[in-house]
């Protein structure tokens, strides 16, 4: 082994410090978040990178599809706003797609940190707002227009002087400006707590972070490298049907390893659509990258080097790789089901380790008035996930992302619904060796004095999730109003007494029953 | 030796022993007893400690001077941990059997693609749905039909069950549904036990609030037989004095209290343990005490500032991964705020796949145990790591009785190490530093989310390898004042006698500050408080020294987390509304550096405590320190702040005198532990033993 400049005791305490000042930041960001999105399924994260944007610690129980995103942004800010023109206070900000999250909903925030005068780091945040304007999310919005405020890359601080005319704009466009700005306040403190941290972890160690950075980037890049690399070389490819709206979505990817790197293209895959379900470059690596990752070597911490030896391509004007100005709300629908197409495509080499297509989230929200009172509120429903050699499939749980439901008692109290059932869809898992995962189902009565206005994200209503390996598909979903199925891509009336259905789907089966 | 003094017992019963302790309340004497515990019948240790302690106080009249016996006890736990529960059944609302097969639908960990979910505690096949609802405010959507419940005792009866939960939805905003659920099945089948969710955990969230009431449900005839077997045995032995029972809470309820609601005594052990920290605190006049805690295979942490622990409400039982949160039955009871990590003296040392070192969380059990036991380990833990850094004394451990094999160690350190470069003395002392900074880091979040800063804390360290790790943890944290109790053994015992007597009662009913219904906030808490005031009476309190606080979950209207206000229980009415404004507000800033303007104030949780004030107890010794002058050994230990090995003294702790004043670096052995100083310092023995340590002070 070659001699390193850190040693593995320092290099350890160094690392795991950093960790830890991170998830504190995130910690703290959590309790004050306005958003249900952050607090029941932590749709955020913070991260540490150097001064070039290379990621080098993220929050741990952040969600995958910040995994990639967040140390991009920071480059593109980079670009935006060179080193030399930074100084000590200032902030940035955007919710632009593309150099973004992927969806607008998100306000990204990153901070230069400066050490003596020179900059070192930055510390970032993205996080799902409570509120960007706009219609209320559903699949079938056709243009970004119309889904809410752009935030282009701006200064929300300037060395310390707070940008009232951004602040101004964001308010007005928003339909909770307190709860908005209460949040991006938030994540601008998370930055100064993560700044505190570092600052005290590099006077006490005097350590140099670009070399910290260089022993943290190698070396995980050197495991995750260990783990493609003892694979061996190879193409393989798989193809997945989603919904659709017209016609099927299909997701055909085209994975090849070669040496220790995988690449995964994803040409033949649908074109980009009039629809809010496109997913942008940087999202369609971060879900792809996170399949390589849980199922080669989940123990690698995440950073810039764990990601190296992984790359993705789609050609422009498809659904994985849009043009401006596609809408992406609903991006989650079909990044989501990426990680279970690695995996299919893997099936024949891993045949023991792989997991069967489950489906992602499905989720309704409401808004209206009631008892004097204005509500708004966002619930998740999850589904059954695939099958593997060893298990059954998991029974409504999230994957791959990690959005927890609300009790039944909280959506009663928030919105003038009445719960009839939330149960286990018993059997609805496709059969086989083992069986996929049970979907859910459930129904609610509205009993709200006047009408509220209902949406829907409903998923795997028409395509269901296949089995692997002779593994039967597991049963569909469905969305029903007093009984009829109804159209989920659009909004919809509630009055007093109607009933609402959804049931999420099963999961795939794995090997014959 | 003959008394009329009191006296007071407290027994604790741990995985491998049974402590006890006993106190002559007027002089602070202590004695100590100690056997092997019984795990098939927890109660016959506890009845021959009792005894020991009996005889050795030397009385024949000891037992009738008995006030009261205190108890600390992990059955529970133990219950939950290895399924051992009676045939269980849950009744809830229709439409919502599932619910605890639904759980919240989140993973705790992203990455593992074979994750396990802990099994419910009632099977599907034992779920009963019953036609009933209540709406959100707790008016009743549709009355409880009387045919349903005579239905219900019959599917109970044909099931053979011994204990019922009972969760309807809303049911703790009006607990009239559950309360007649619970009657009918008490009148038709009185050996039946029920629990029902409004008197076990009256919190908002079905899944919270059915698992804690299943888990209640699932160990409460076992408590009670125990419970009620332990008193009959106090009787033989001729004590008049009441058993009393410690909760997770770090108050003590009565043992009939106990056996109504047993899950309130799931972390009764810790709990203790912490008391015990807090005590040696106030003796020593510190307000802010960080209690530190090491074992074989945990290491254990909470803060306690002005003689009160912080308490959390939610806690999670029998995890499937130890330390994964989320990985457990979620159970919604007050319980002391304990950091809890895979770091003790068996924790296993590796190297992973990137090439660093790494300590924990996996641990060597006692079967092969460390590679210093001789039992076959080869791989390192921080035990054999403690022993070549000479802080462990390889012919002294636990007195004796064990022989510690330092070329095992040795050998095993020199293993793990070599692929990265380092040998057995660089490993070992990177073990070290890894656990340690593993724990600090630990603790600094922790104090952190407190809106605490670390450097105000004195460390109290207890535990077989608390003393030896603790001066490293308080150095990284900043903290340069340590404390170690006496009898690490016997600790928990001291902090059962310290123990105030306690209840907790709470109401969740969300509602903006501006528009909330004092009449109704009124009506609801003064029940409460008189339903407490009953148990406290009960417990032995005297109703006239109770403290009653009122502690309020806020939050801004829009946020999911809450920050507790606490203002102290009296006239609940629209003038209480300024106090919790600017409680909340002030430690808001406290905590994030800022407050949300515009926001409005939302009240979630009412939760009321009542407990007798907190005194500190000064105990003495029954067996006086030795009179001859002690002398020092010498031995070599590895000092981390100069990275090299030194001859320091080592003393045996229990043969220094009161007021002894010695210069660290040093080590002090006892039979349960040895405290290990490798910095400079200034230690001193101070009147009730206690070793106190002050860092970079040298006289």
């Known amino acids: 082994m070659t001699r390193n400049a850190i040693d593995p005791v320092t290099l350890e305490i160094l690392w795991t410090r950093l960790v830890s000042a991170v998830d504190e930041a995130a910690a703290a960001y959590v309790r004050t978040s306005f958003s249900t999105l952050v607090r029941e399924a932590n749709d955020f994260a913070v991260v540490l990178t150097d001064a070039k944007g290379r990621s080098l610690a993220q929050s741990s129980m952040s969600i995958p599809s910040f995994i990639g995103t967040l140390p991009a942004t920071v480059k593109h800010f980079l670009k935006r706003f060179p080193a030399e023109t930074l100084k000590p206070g200032d902030v940035l900000i955007t919710n632009d797609p593309w150099r973004g999250t992927g969806h607008i909903h998100d306000i990204s925030i990153a901070m230069p940190i400066f050490r003596h005068g020179e900059l070192v780091a930055f510390a970032a945040v993205t996080s799902h707002m409570p509120d960007i304007g706009g219609q209320l999310r559903n699949s079938g919005i056709r243009e970004i227009f119309e889904e809410g405020l752009q935030i282009p890359m701006l200064k929300l601080v300037a060395g310390g002087e707070p940008n009232e005319a951004v602040v101004e704009f964001i308010r007005q466009n928003v339909r909770v400006p307190e709860q908005t700005m209460g949040d991006v306040w938030g994540e601008v403190s998370a930055c100064r707590m993560l700044e505190a941290r570092l600052g005290e972890l590099l006077e006490e160690s005097r350590v140099d972070l670009d070399e910290l950075g260089h022993e943290i980037r190698t070396r995980s890049e050197a495991a995750m490298r260990a783990a493609i690399g003892a694979l061996p070389d190879g193409e393989y490819r798989y193809r997945l049907e989603h919904d659709g709206f017209e016609e099927r979505i299909v997701i055909q990817n085209h994975v090849t390893i070669k040496g220790d790197s995988v690449h995964i293209d994803y040409t033949g895959s649908s074109p980009q659509l009039p629809r809010s379900v496109n997913v942008v470059p940087i999202y369609t690596f971060s879900y792809t990258a996170f399949g390589v990752k849980a199922l080669l070597s989940p123990d690698t911490p995440n950073n810039e080097g764990s990601f190296l030896p992984v790359s993705t391509s789609a050609p422009e004007g498809t659904i994985l790789n849009p043009s401006y100005p596609a809408a992406s709300g609903a991006r989650g629908m079909i990044g989501h089901l990426l990680p279970v197409a690695f995996m299919g495509a893997l ?30 509120s966002v619930n998740f429903l999850n589904a059954g996930q695939g099958a593997t050699a060893k298990r059954h499939g998991q029974s409504t749980l999230s994957f791959p992302a990690n959005l927890g439901n609300t009790p039944i008692e909280v959506m009663e109290s928030e919105a003038p619904i009445s719960v009839l059932y939330r149960k286990v869809r018993r059997g609805s898992g496709g059969k086989g060796r083992f069986n996929g995962g049970d979907g859910l189902s459930f129904a609610f009565e509205f009993c709200g004095e006047e009408p509220a206005t209902v949406s829907f994200l409903m998923t795997r209503i028409k395509a269901a999730s296949p089995g692997l390996h002779g593994g039967a598909p597991g049963e569909i979903g469905a969305l029903t109003l007093n009984g009829e199925p109804i159209d989920p891509a659009r909004h919809w009336q509630l009055k007093a007494g109607d009933k609402v259905v959804m049931e999420t789907a099963g999961g795939g089966g794995f090997g014959e029953a | 030796m003959s008394s009329t003094h009191a006296l007071r017992i407290a027994v604790d019963i741990g995985g491998t022993f049974t402590d006890g302790v006993a106190e002559d309340v007027e002089s602070g004497r202590i004695w100590v007893g100690k056997t092997l515990t019984t795990p098939d019948d927890p109660g016959e240790a506890v009845s021959a400690v009792v005894d020991q302690l009996l005889a050795r106080i030397g009385d024949p009249q000891a037992a009738g001077r008995v006030a009261d016996v205190v108890h600390g006890t992990t059955l529970v736990t133990n219950t939950l941990i290895e399924r051992k529960g009676v045939p269980t059944g ?19 960990d992203l990455y593992d693609l074979d994750l396990e979910l802990p099994e419910p505690l009632v099977g599907a096949e034992d779920r009963f749905e019953i036609d009933e609802r209540l709406g959100a405010a707790g008016e009743v959507l549709r009355p409880l039909a009387e045919e349903a419940l005579a239905e219900l005792v019959e599917q109970v009866k044909a099931k053979g069950l011994s204990s019922v939960a009972v969760c309807l939805l809303h049911g703790h905003v009006n607990d009239a549904h559950e309360s007649r659920v619970r009657d009918a099945l008490k009148k038709a089948l009185p050996n039946v036990s029920v629990s029902i969710s409004s008197a076990v955990a009256r919190e908002i969230r079905e899944y919270e609030r059915m698992s804690t009431t ?14 009620v077997m332990l008193s009959k045995r106090m009787q033989e032995a001729g004590i008049a004095g009441s058993l009393r029972i410690m909760l997770s809470s770090g108050g003590f309820t009565s043992a009939d209290a106990a056996a109504e609601t047993p899950i309130l005594l799931l972390e009764s052990g810790p709990a203790a343990g912490v008391l015990s920290a807090v005590n040696a605190g106030l003796l020593g006049e510190v307000s802010h005490v960080l209690a530190f805690d090491m074992g074989g295979t945990t290491a254990k942490a909470c803060v306690a500032v002005d003689g009160a622990p912080a308490v959390a409400h939610a806690f999670e039982a029998a995890r499937v991964r130890r330390f994964k949160r989320g990985s457990g039955l979620p159970i919604m009871i007050p319980s002391i705020d304990l950091i809890e990590i895979g770091a003790g003296g068996g924790s296993l040392a590796s190297v992973d796949n990137l090439g660093l070192l790494k300590v924990g969380p996996q641990s060597a059990g ?62 070992a002392a990177g073990i070290a530093t890894i656990v340690n900074e593993n724990m600090a880091a630990a603790a600094r979040v922790h104090i952190a989310e407190k809106g605490h800063d670390p450097r105000a804390f004195t460390l109290v360290a207890t535990g077989g390898a608390g003393p030896v790790h603790a001066v490293e943890v308080a150095r990284r944290l900043g903290i340069s004042t340590l404390l170690c109790p006496i009898a690490a053994g016997a600790g928990s015992c001291l902090g059962l006698l310290a123990a105030p007597a306690r209840v907790d009662r709470s109401w969740s009913k969300p509602s903006l500050l501006a528009a909330l219904d004092w009449n109704e906030a009124h009506s609801v808490l003064s029940g409460l408080h008189r339903d407490a005031t009953a148990e406290l009476n009960e417990a032995g309190a005297d109703a006239g020294a109770v403290d009653w606080v009122l502690t309020v979950e806020m939050r801004y209207a829009g946020q999911g987390s809450t920050l507790n206000v606490t203002v102290p229980y009296g006239k609940v009415d629209e003038s209480l509304a300024p106090a919790l404004e600017e ?11 800022t407050t949300v303007p515009n926001a409005q104030l939302q009240t979630v949780t009412w939760r009321l405590t009542g407990k007798s004030g907190v005194e500190s107890r000064r105990f003495t010794w029954a067996a006086d320190a030795a009179d001859k002058a002690p002398e020092p050994k010498r031995r070599e230990i ?42 400079d310092g200034r230690v001193e023995i101070l009147p009730d033993l206690t070793v106190k340590v002050v860092l970079g002070e040298t006289s």
């Open chain 2, 583 to 593: 409680g909340f507000e002030a430690s808001y800033r406290d905590l994030y550096g």
């Open chain 2, 366 to 427: 006692s079967e092969p145990g460390p590679a210093c036991y001789g039992r076959g380990g080869e791989k390192p833990t921080v035990t054999d790591a403690d022993l070549v850094l000479g802080y462990l004394d390889p012919d002294n451990f636990l007195g004796g009785e064990m022989h510690l094999d330092k070329g095992l160690a040795e050998k095993a350190l020199a293993d793990l190490g070599a692929p990265i470069g380092l040998d057995a003395t660089r490993t």
């Open chain 2, 214 to 227: 299943a888990a209640n449900a699932y160990v409460q005839p076992l408590v009670e037989t125990y419970l």
């Open chain 1, 347 to 376: 099936a024949d080499l891993l045949p023991e380790k792989v997991q069967a297509p489950g489906s992602a989230n499905s989720s309704f929200t409401i808004s209206g008035k009631h008892a004097g009172r204005r509500y708004a």
């Open chain 2, 638 to 679: 590895y000092i981390p702040v100069r990275q090299r090995y030194e001859e320091v003294d080592v003393w045996e702790r229990y043969a220094l005198p009161p007021g002894m004043v010695l210069k660290a670096p040093l080590v002090l052995e006892e039979r349960e532990s040895t405290l290990i100083v490798p910095a």
């Open chain 2, 90 to 108: 849950l009744v809830v609302t229709s439409g919502t059997a599932d619910t605890l097969d639904i759980r919240r639908e989140v993973r705790y």
